[in-house]
């Protein structure tokens, strides 16, 4: 094998190895993108969820006496 063979060997090995990280960067940001949405998807969840609570916590029951209640007791 001649000096310029294995030259451009390396640089065959060189641009496999900037291919190589190039994907793994790319991998990086939808990873990274992937994680925002799960965590954006979360917290829209748990404000729907808190948002039914507090409709729930709101909501008039049929039948239910509430001069029993004072404000201390948030009318539950």
């Not at 900037?18 to 998807?41: F, G, S």
Request: glycine content about 2%; overall charge negative.
């Amino acid at each position: 094998m001649t000096e310029q063979e294995i030259l451009d060997e390396l640089s065959e090995a060189d641009k496999e190895l900037q291919d190589a990280r190039n994907l793994l960067a790319a991998a990086k940001r939808r990873l990274l993108d992937t994680e925002t949405r799960v965590i954006d998807a979360k917290l829209h969840r748990e404000k729907i969820a808190e948002s039914l609570r507090v409709f729930r916590a709101q909501k008039v029951i049929p039948g239910e006496d509430y001069a029993l209640y004072d404000d201390e007791d948030s009318g539950r």
